[in-house]
Structures are given as structure tokens and as C-alpha cells.
């Protein structure tokens, strides 16, 4: 199973809105509405900033969003802040039962 | 609090063995689906394994299949790794998660790590 793809780096301004893409296929991304975000700061563990394609747990703020179209996955921040500076990984359900990672994307706050 | 608190990483030699518990509180443990990730030095997220919450279904990542076994204890509210034939290629940080619904790639709350290094 090869690892989703998203870009290496992205970068905002405060107060701007970047957006991250995850592609897959149709065995991933495309065929099925599990595509998740975590969101990744040094040393730490990784947290979910959104699940199943769109929702955001509790405490998440509504300046995460996703979505999907097609084979490829969307995560946009909107009014970027300082602290949203980590690292951004989407996953996905497979069609064989297992989980996909994306490679990473380093989101950097100018 | 929900917590997981992953133990029993270490330092081991290629071909060697290694297991790692992850003991979870504050939530109905035996609710739900558990799943191992890790993370290489440096590099990014790698799904190992997940297990269903009654142990009824396993899966693994092709990288671990056949040297890797997941499997939990629910009346001890604790999960584990079992790894052996351990490669160069494994050492990495490995995180136990909590799935927030069986097989929808969705784990909602993630414990601090365990590194394994292995080398001789």
C-alpha cells in the first residue's frame, strides 16, 4: 500500500487561509468517506483535527476544515495563527481492511 | 482523564524481540478498536496494526505481517505489540491510539510513545 500523497511544505501568513491536499486512489481516498487529519507538533504526539472526510472533534477549532473530491483529500485552515506551525498528516480506510498515511505536510506561519 | 501510556521500549539487537504494553484509562477500554503507529526518526506516520475491541479482527501492515501480533487484555485495560525479528528498518517511535470507530481510520486520542531502537 504506497502512502497517500500531500505536499512537503506549505506556507501562510497570519490571518490567511492555505490549504493542504492529500491524493490517493480508489481503493483509498476516493472509494470511501474515512479520511482523516492530524495535526503533528515536535516531540509530540500526534492529535485529530478532523475524521471522516469533514467532522471535527470537540475542541477543534472551526478554522479546520475538509473535504474530498474524487481520489484527493482537502484539509484548508482558515486565519492561520501561530500555533496551527506542525506538521499535517491525513490518513485513509483502505479497500484492504488497513490504514494509509499521507507523507507529511510542514505548514509554516511566516 | 483519558489517557494511554505506552511502556517497554527499548534498545534491541537485529533479529531480537521486543513487547510493548500500552495501558489505557479513563474510558470504557473493551468499547473499542486499538490500533499501534509509528513514527522513524525524522520521517512521517506509519499504521502498524489495529485490533477490533472484542479481538475478533486483526490487521497488519505488510512491513510487520508475520513478525508482529497485536492483541489486548480488556479486563486489565491494556494492549500490546509483540515484536520479533525486529529489522533496522523498525526502529521508530510507536504510538498506541484509540479508534473512534472500527476501521474508519479515525484514532481520536493517541498516548506519549515508546521508542524501539534496533541495532547492534
Known amino acids: 500500500q504506497s502512502a497517500l500523497t500531500q505536499p512537503a511544505s506549505v506556507s501562510g501568513s497570519p490571518g490567511q487561509s492555505i490549504t493542504i491536499s492529500c491524493t490517493g486512489t480508489s481503493s483509498d481516498v476516493g472509494g470511501y468517506n474515512y479520511v482523516s487529519w492530524y495535526q503533528q507538533h515536535p516531540g509530540k504526539a500526534p492529535k485529530l483535527m478532523i475524521y471522516?472526510?469533514?467532522n471535527r472533534p470537540s475542541g477543534v477549532p472551526d478554522r479546520f476544515s475538509g473535504s474530498k473530491s474524487g481520489n484527493t483529500a482537502s484539509l484548508t485552515i482558515s486565519g492561520l495563527q501561530a500555533e496551527d506551525e506542525a506538521d499535517y498528516y491525513c490518513?485513509?480506510?483502505?479497500?484492504?481492511?488497513?490504514?494509509?498515511f499521507g507523507g507529511g505536510t510542514k505548514l509554516t506561519v511566516l | 482523564e483519558v489517557q494511554l501510556v505506552e511502556s517497554g521500549g527499548g534498545l534491541v539487537k537485529p533479529g531480537g524481540s521486543l513487547r510493548l504494553s500500552c495501558a489505557a484509562s479513563?474510558?470504557?477500554?473493551?468499547?473499542?478498536?486499538m490500533n499501534w503507529v509509528r513514527q522513524a526518526p525524522g520521517k512521517g506516520l506509519e499504521w502498524v496494526s489495529s485490533?477490533?475491541?472484542?479481538?475478533?479482527?486483526?490487521y497488519y501492515a505488510d512491513s510487520v505481517k508475520g513478525r508482529f501480533t497485536i492483541s489486548r487484555d480488556n479486563a486489565k485495560n491494556s494492549l500490546y505489540l509483540q515484536m520479533n525479528s525486529l529489522r533496522a528498518e523498525d526502529t521508530a517511535v510507536y504510538y498506541c491510539a484509540r479508534g473512534r470507530r472500527w476501521l474508519t481510520a479515525a484514532f481520536d486520542i493517541w498516548g506519549q510513545g515508546t521508542m524501539v531502537t534496533v541495532s547492534s
Open positions: 471522516e472526510v469533514s
Open positions: 490518513s485513509s480506510y483502505t479497500s484492504s481492511s488497513t490504514v494509509v
Open positions: 485490533i477490533s475491541s472484542s479481538s475478533s479482527y486483526i
Open positions: 479513563g474510558f470504557t477500554f473493551s468499547s473499542y478498536s
